[in-house]
């Protein structure tokens, strides 16, 4: 039975992970050929590095995903803050529904439904070109507040509310409470939120493939016109740099999970250092 | 003791949501006293607490600190400092950090915060322990680092929340003597709220009884345990048999069907009362001596002595005696004047005071129940 | 306690505004554009038109249907054999059974497709064994492979989790009461990880039935899904006003869906991982 249930799991996750596998190996075969693996080598990464398209997506992305990440963090940290605080039950119950709709949504209605919004009022205002950085900003922002407030959101309901009291007891102002033991308690859902945003963001391609125009392409658009009729082996290439950029991101964010209490300590110890 | 009065609560009444909570409480508490709030869950004394902590704004009346009015003082500008009920320390700071907190909030100098801190350690038996993270300690340790992070500041009273509710019997008997002795030493004012009448009788100089958020008695333990004023007040505090009796005149109560000598005067003639015997004033007596007579239904050895409950006309009784009574024996009780305390009727008239239904278990199911609902 | 302060007022005024610009609007949109012809006049018409369409509808439902369940019985026997092992395992395991989820689907299906492709590794190893060449891609199964490869992660990890969430002593207690290991099984387990496999299906249902990438890549451009239909109004034909009326049905029937799956779990709280 204990044996039977190993080759079941192995199995499956061989299965799982063979195509992915199957990429980064082909990623570095020298000929163009999917079923033979000729030789190793970089062709292809340099192949990649050399073409202007490809690097201005990658600038896209990254730019995007930490304007995106950023905002998002704000808005849902304070969001999940006053969430957390409102007495009234359907104003919170709101305000969770409204909160899980992008999440809920298949990603296409997500994407055509702000595509529709983008071309309602520019039809509106009789405005011209209007897909492009702002809407992918938006978009990208709006499908990434969910994950942030349920990252946060936890933290101020675990927070035990006598830490607030305690602070205030012992002389603390109202502000001095909030940067001195609410915010380091939060900490760590911060971080991780901030993280999964970017990964989230760096990652999307259905929503962006409705927003965005052809002069904003992040890369996993440009994969996608890239692929769109043949098998190129620059894609593999980038596919593999993908995979082991959300692979070290996803690392970060475990990280930070538990060291984000450890850092939240000494920045918490530096401010306090500072302020004498 | 210094007489001098510190706090004072003016007729304070507080409600959640239409329910009262505190009804009208008057009261002083004195420089230097170890005062404690003693009631069952839902009786107020903590909202009391809250109040003087600042946590809590009362809805009518006022609060008086040193004289000055200070309903509207917010907690962080108050010389009072608390002990919270789950500790509430700081997980992201360690032991030092957390004790050095008050004091880096007024911003003195590294070098006082650093003396200080070893002096509270110290005083709180936890030297060596500053660089431990709090998760890492006990209950008992995390209650000195509370108690430490509280008394740095030097308040001039220190609220203490059911501080000792989470550990176990033998640490809490060890934390009320600590407790007494940090009292002691700082000279600085205790308000302590509990459940618990045993630590409420040997740690305070004053116990303030409340029910119904109603303060029932104010008085020293002594006090409180030999003139209850009140049914409630008389069961709260250790055992009591409390017999519904009428006085028929100065120093003369009747009292299942028997007339008996007693100290107190002052009631009106024929008057109905509540009379109150602790177990251990009743002695047992052979059956023709007794001024009483009854049944014997259940005996129950408690090592230094039995506790028997005793059918007396239909009225159950607890009575300690070092003397061996055999289940359904009958036997005769002998009761002395001074034994006798009576009291006047009141709303709780009738609720306690009879043993019929009474078990040790039961006890302390509603012990556990009560600590439940504090939660 | 005491009154909310100024600032726990205005806290989520910013997310309150961005929501209702950019969550509660484009819904109206759609349901705007789908009642609207190109004069931006009041029509049934896109509406009307949907039956037309019965035929995507009905593969759709149909392939992620199929998807759905077989990723059931795929997930659910792996979730329980997961939740059986050695604390060390399971995490790892779990760490390599959330990883896929956070790889672009764009990307997954890509290399499926490698290994699926006319002259790709599968064929390969066909034909180096002298076996004929198998075309894949273009075929139904190619679909609903690629359906169940790329959301498989959705449907384990939910399960596993409120496995791992259940309490060992209702095991114990129902094997003490006389269950076997497979009444157990039906009896204890199944029905306490219930709220797992509605929210497994739900987050392998949902993506499945509105999916065009899968289709495009595996499906060689043979099937018609609704995702496919959507994207092509939107991307290609620049109408938008039968691709938003598609959209709104599809979203209802995803709501009511939701609803009647929420309903069987037993109003307990939504595993979201």
């Known amino acids: 039975m204990k044996f039977l249930s190993k080759f079941y799991i192995v199995i499956i996750f061989l299965i799982l992970y063979a195509p992915i596998l199957v990429v980064i190996l082909f990623s570095f075969n020298e000929s163009g050929s999917l079923s033979n693996f000729t030789g190793f080598s970089l062709y292809w990464y340099e192949d990649l590095f050399r073409n202007d398209e490809a690097l201005t997506a990658l600038k896209n992305s990254l730019v995007l995903a930490v304007f995106s990440s950023i905002l998002a963090t704000v808005l849902g940290t304070l969001a999940a803050f006053s969430i957390s605080r409102a007495k009234n039950k359907y104003y919170r119950r709101a305000m969770e529904s409204v909160s899980n709709i992008p999440m809920m949504n298949p990603d296409i209605v997500t994407g055509v439904s702000m595509m529709l919004l983008f071309v309602g009022v520019a039809q509106f205002a009789k405005a011209g070109s209007y897909l492009g950085f702002w809407t992918m900003l938006i978009a990208h922002t709006t499908f990434n507040l969910p994950y942030v407030i349920l990252s946060v959101l936890p933290k101020f309901r675990q927070m035990d509310k006598s830490l607030t009291e305690a602070a205030l007891d012992l002389g603390c102002t109202p502000v001095q409470t909030l940067f001195r033991v609410e915010l380091p308690y939060i900490m760590p859902g911060i971080v991780s939120g901030l993280m999964m945003s970017f990964t989230l963001s760096l990652d999307d391609f259905v929503i962006s493939h409705f927003v965005s125009s052809p002069d904003f392409k992040t890369l996993p658009l440009y994969i996608y016109t890239q692929t769109a009729h043949e098998v190129k082996f620059s894609m593999y290439a980038l596919c593999t740099i993908l995979i082991f950029v959300i692979l070290f991101l996803l690392i970060a964010v475990n990280v930070a999970g538990s060291m984000g209490e450890h850092r939240a300590r000494k920045k918490a110890g530096k401010i306090m250092m500072g302020g004498k | 003791m210094n007489k001098e009065v510190l706090i004072r609560l003016n007729g304070i009444s507080k409600a959640y949501d239409g329910e009262t909570v505190l009804d009208h409480i008057d009261l002083e508490i004195h420089d230097k006293e170890f005062m404690t709030l003693l009631g069952p869950s839902g009786c107020g004394k903590t909202t009391t607490l809250r109040m003087i902590g600042g946590f809590e704004t009362p809805d009518e009346g006022d609060v008086f600190f040193d004289g000055k009015r200070f309903n509207d003082v917010p907690p962080y500008q108050r010389q009072v400092n608390t002990v919270f009920q789950r500790y509430a320390l700081f997980p992201h700071l360690n032991v030092f950090d957390n004790i050095a907190f008050g004091l880096r909030i007024q911003k003195r100098p590294d070098a006082e915060i650093k003396t200080k801190v070893k002096d509270m350690l110290a005083l709180v038996n936890l030297k060596g322990f500053e660089r431990r993270k709090v998760s890492t300690l006990s209950g008992g340790q995390q209650q ?71 303060i029932q008695q104010i008085g020293t333990p002594t006090d409180i345990y030999n003139e209850p004023i009140n049914a409630f007040v008389a069961d709260f505090i250790g055992e009591s048999n409390i017999v519904d009796g009428i006085m028929l005149d100065d120093y003369r109560v009747k009292l299942a069907g028997h007339i008996f000598d007693c100290v107190d005067k002052g009631f009106g003639k024929n008057e109905p009362v509540d009379v109150v015997i602790r177990p251990e004033d009743v002695d047992v007596v052979a059956t023709e001596k007794g001024m009483l007579r009854g049944l014997v239904t259940a005996v129950t050895f408690k090592g230094v002595h039995y506790e028997i409950i005793v059918d007396v006309k239909g009225f159950k009784w607890m009575i300690q005696t070092t003397d061996f009574v055999a289940e359904g024996e009958t036997i005769g009780l002998s009761i002395d004047p001074d034994a006798f305390h009576i009291m006047k009727k009141s709303e709780f008239s009738g609720m306690f005071g009879d043993y019929s239904s009474f078990s040790d278990e039961l006890e302390k199911l509603s012990d556990v129940t009560e600590e439940i609902e504090e939660e | 306690m005491k009154k ?37 006049s009041f029509t049934l018409d896109n509406i009307l038109s949907l039956p037309s369409y019965s035929h995507t509808f009905g593969i759709s439902l149909g392939f992620s249907l199929i998807a759905t369940t077989i990723c059931l019985l795929i997930g659910y026997p792996l979730a329980y054999c997961m939740s059986r092992m050695s604390e060390r395992a399971r995490n790892v395991l779990t760490i390599l059974m959330m990883l896929p989820m956070w790889i672009s689907l764009l990307i997954r299906t890509y290399s499926l497709m490698a290994l699926l492709d006319n002259g790709g590794l599968v064929n390969g190893f066909l034909t180096g064994i002298g076996l004929p060449k198998v075309t894949f891609i273009g075929t139904e199964g190619a679909v609903i492979l690629g359906m169940i490869y790329d959301f498989l992660p959705y449907m384990v990890l939910p399960i596993y989790t409120s496995m791992t969430k259940l309490d060992r002593r209702y095991l114990e207690a129902a094997s003490d009461l006389g269950c076997n290991s497979v009444q157990t099984l039906f009896k204890v387990v199944l029905p306490l990880t219930m709220p797992g496999v509605i929210s497994g299906v739900t987050m392998v249902f949902v993506p499945s039935i509105s999916t065009f990438y899968i289709s495009q890549k595996l499906g060689g451009g043979v099937f018609d899904l609704l995702g496919d239909t959507i994207e092509r109004q939107f991307q290609l034909a620049d109408t938008y006003y039968i691709g938003a009326a598609i959209s709104l049905v599809m979203m209802i029937l995803i709501l009511i869906s939701l609803a009647i799956m929420n309903k069987f779990s037993d109003g307990g709280e939504d595993i979201i991982v």
């Open chain 3, 4 to 40: 909310q302060s100024v600032f726990e007022r205005i806290a989520a005024a910013p997310y309150v505004a961005w929501s209702a610009m950019f969550i509660i609007g484009p819904l109206l949109f759609v349901v705007f554009f789908a009642f609207t012809d190109a004069n931006g």
């Open chain 2, 144 to 214: 000195r680092v509370a108690i430490a992070r509280a008394l740095i500041n030097q308040p001039k009273v220190l609220l203490l929340d059911e501080p000792l509710a989470a550990l176990d019997l033998k640490l809490r008997k060890d934390m009320q003597n600590e407790l007494k002795n940090i009292q002691h030493q700082t000279g600085i004012t205790f308000i302590y709220v509990t459940h618990d009448q045993e630590e409420a009788l040997s740690m305070s100089d004053t116990v303030v009884v409340m029910a119904h958020g109603q």
